[in-house]
């Protein structure tokens, strides 16, 4: 099923322009049918997943901790 650029920005949760520079920059594969670009929803499925999988574990508190910085100026 082939979508808008506005209908992929709102089933991913990112905007409009987010798409259009991936789509210009050749990053996402899309069709121009003359007036629209149309994209196929089903190769951004998982891709969605990811994104909610993500804001739920930044919601819950779940992100990894980054390690604490190695000083080297501690070293003689």
Same mark, same amino acid.
């Given at each position: 099923?082939?979508?808008?650029?506005?209908?992929?920005?709102? /089933?991913?949760?990112?905007? &409009? #322009?987010?798409?259009? %520079? @991936?789509? =210009?920059?050749?990053?996402?594969?899309?069709?121009?049918?003359?007036?629209?670009?149309?994209?196929?929803?089903?190769? /951004?499925?998982?891709?969605? &997943? #990811?994104?909610?999988? %993500? @804001?739920? =574990?930044?919601?819950?508190?779940?992100?990894?901790?980054?390690?604490?910085?190695?000083?080297?100026?501690?070293?003689?």
């Amino acid at each position: 099923m082939y979508i808008t650029i506005s209908e992929l920005a709102n /089933f991913l949760g990112v905007s &409009e #322009q987010y798409l259009f %520079k @991936r789509i =210009q920059n050749g990053q996402i594969t899309a069709v121009f049918d003359g007036s629209h670009y149309l994209l196929n929803k089903e190769q /951004f499925k998982w891709h969605k &997943e #990811q994104l909610d999988l %993500k @804001r739920r =574990q930044i919601i819950a508190g779940q992100e990894e901790e980054l390690p604490e910085d190695w000083d080297a100026k501690d070293e003689d």
